[in-house]
């Protein structure tokens, strides 16, 4: 007997974000059409017969929010029956890291707004999009432990703190500064410079780093161990 399926395929994006006084944001997007019309959710949509899936979602970010985005990965298949009350629909969701002070938001036509939302105080969202940000949020914090991914979401130059900052802030406890500068010094992948910060509110500038990319893919492909 033939198999007749109408199934229809999309993609969600899960961009994070880091905003120092406010913690670990996600973009949403405002949508204009039915369902859930103006309700908040994750940029993304259906896949075009002649687009692979790492196309699709980028072209989305950037149709409906004007965010371009360089480090993604897919995250998981959501395809339970019900989850879309236009039918039979399939969403593969990647999730991505970016500094929000590199982009400023534009909605297009798809989207009628876009925001950052702090992770742990957001709207109610369509579809089974909150499921989904639940699940990034997980495997962000997991891979933030073995990966040193979080260099995305600072600016080019940075003090130590700014990156201690947001190693709390993402795993969302306290860690052992001294133990992690270790670790940190010890992989050698930051780069010092001869630069302080140009402002700060107390205390002394600090001396800046930024990330040795070529180091740490290095290390990478050498099977680094990075736990905190």
């Known amino acids: ?9 999309t993609v969600d994006a ?5 905003i120092p006084k406010e913690g670990i944001v996600v973009l949403l997007i405002k949508r204009t059409i039915e369902p859930f019309l103006h309700s908040w959710a994750l940029p993304g949509g259906f896949v075009r ?5 790492e196309h699709a ?3 989305e970010l950037l149709t409906e929010a004007g965010v371009n985005i360089n480090y993604l990965e897919q ?4 395809g339970m029956p019900n989850r879309d009350p236009r039918g039979r629909v399939v969403s593969i969701a990647y999730f991505g890291l970016v500094n929000p002070t590199n982009f400023k938001l534009a909605a297009s036509s798809d989207a009628e707004d876009a925001s950052w939302f702090n992770i742990k105080d957001l709207p109610d969202l369509a579809f089974d999009h909150a499921t989904i940000i639940n699940l990034a949020v997980g495997r962000l914090r997991n891979k933030i432990r073995y990966e040193p991914i979080g260099f995305e979401l600072l600016d080019k130059k940075f003090p130590i703190a700014d990156l201690e900052k947001l190693y709390e802030t993402l795993l969302d406890r306290p860690i052992d500064r001294r133990n992690f500068q270790k670790k940190i010094n010890h992989l050698g992948i930051l780069i ?14 600090a001396k800046l780093f930024s ?10 492909k ?3 161990a990075f736990e905190i």
């Open 57 to 59: 979602v980028t072209r």
């Open 14 to 18: 899960v961009v994070f974000g880091y």
């Open 222 to 224: 050498d099977g680094m």
């Open 192 to 205: 010092a410079h001869n630069e302080k910060q140009k402002q700060v509110s107390q205390g002394r500038p």
């Open 211 to 220: 990330f040795n990319e070529e180091k740490y893919f290095q290390l990478k």
């Open 75 to 78: 995250l998981y298949t959501f």
């Open 49 to 53: 017969d002649e687009e692979s899936l």
């Open 1 to 9: 007997m033939a198999i007749r399926q109408q199934i229809k395929l």
